[in-house]
């Protein structure tokens, strides 16, 4: 057990964070060049400091965007100085209790305090989240939406540098996005793995038709067609595609129902979106438990989120996780040396205690709110 750690001080910080390719393409004409990331930064009495991060990508992708996230933790913050940092379940019921939803900025604070809780215990937050089931796992990389071509240039680039896993940014013509499939899988083999992301952008009639279009391609899957659960209901029940779901999956209950109504095969499992690692945990568990695919990753982030991912990805059993995303191999800027970095196509846990990542301030700058006891 960890001695217990009374939260003295809170900081936040905000930096921005830029695409490595430029623009990032998704479906409904939605693209990114840069986005802001929200860091908080918790003091213990015992001079313990734990960090962690949330990045929405944009306003227009989940129910949450930058500013937001910097006006709930100014509003939760006050409410946790002096609880123990190292009680990462007692945090999260004061910060609910304070505040409703916007699980997505609460992330941030709920990694921060697993960092305290790892380094005061003197573990690897993969250890207390499950135990390392793995030294590495292999990652993948979203394809931004461009012509077929383009698409099959990228991926045939990154397999010469050992990525295998593709995440195909899909959701327009469903034609031209079959195009788009066909031409991907055709420049990969049996050791590659192809998801069709349409990113919610079809309607249902168009997703029935793109799965049509795709039915045959190997080592293809299907991943959130449509905007709702029910649509994504309709297309399962039309197609052989192995589906994954993402977007609809919020938490446990949704989890259930959808595997209740036989909707999915797996599911991607982003820390911001379900409210960070302790709710991340849980759902990767019953996930595991019901023999569904597990992936692990974020909406988006640098080298912190990288780092809660590694750990959670690294505590999942091998045969639920299909892929991991380490999002600091997708941004220019880097806030701890780059680290954890990635290698030939895989990844893995820091082995230092807490996070095992170390932040440069200096790169951060000035914190844009603080509050201490």
């Not at 830029?18 to 393409?25: A, D, E, P, Q």
């Amino acid at each position: 057990m960890a001695d217990a750690q009374p939260i003295r001080a809170i900081e936040l910080y905000s930096y921005a964070l830029t695409y490595t390719r430029g623009t990032y393409v998704m479906s409904q004409g939605r693209t990114v060049t840069s986005l802001e990331s929200t860091v908080v930064r918790v003091i213990t009495d015992e001079g313990v400091v734990g960090y962690g991060e949330t990045c929405p990508l944009g306003s227009n992708y989940l129910p949450a965007h930058a500013a937001g996230a910097r006006a709930a933790l100014v509003e939760i913050a006050p409410a946790l100085l002096g609880l123990d940092a190292a009680n990462p379940v007692r945090i999260g019921a004061a910060m609910d209790a304070c505040l409703l939803g916007h699980g997505y900025a609460k992330s941030a604070m709920d990694i921060a305090c697993w960092d305290v809780l790892g380094q005061a215990a003197g573990r690897p937050v993969c250890d207390l989240i499950g135990g390392r089931q793995q030294a590495r796992y292999p990652l993948y990389m979203a394809i931004p939406l461009g012509s077929p071509a383009e698409m099959r240039d990228h991926v045939t680039a990154l397999r010469e540098v050992g990525i295998h896993r593709f995440q195909l940014k899909l959701g327009g013509d469903p034609s031209e996005d079959a195009a788009r499939a066909r031409a991907v899988v055709e420049a990969t083999d049996a050791a590659d793995l192809v998801y069709g992301d349409a990113n919610r952008g079809w309607s249902l009639r168009e997703a029935l038709l793109a799965a049509r279009l795709m039915e045959d391609l190997p080592r293809f899957w299907l991943e959130q067609p449509c905007a709702t659960f029910e649509e994504c209901v309709r297309v399962r029940e039309r197609t052989s595609l192995p589906m994954i779901l993402d977007e609809t999956i919020v938490d446990l209950q949704t989890l259930l129902a959808a595997w209740e109504a036989r909707a999915l095969d797996g599911f991607n499992l982003k820390l911001s979106r379900v409210g960070g690692l302790t709710r991340a945990r849980l759902l990767r568990d019953v996930g595991q438990a019901l023999g569904l695919v597990v992936n692990v990753e974020d909406s988006w982030g640098g080298d912190l989120t990288t780092a809660a991912v590694s750990h959670l990805a690294s505590s999942t059993d091998a045969r639920a996780l299909q892929m991991v995303s380490f999002m600091n191999d997708w941004t220019n800027e880097h806030i701890a040396s780059y680290e954890p970095r990635s290698h030939d196509g895989f990844g893995s846990a820091p082995a230092g205690p807490g996070l095992g990542v170390t932040v440069d301030l200096g790169t951060l700058g000035a914190p844009v709110a603080s509050f201490e006891r």
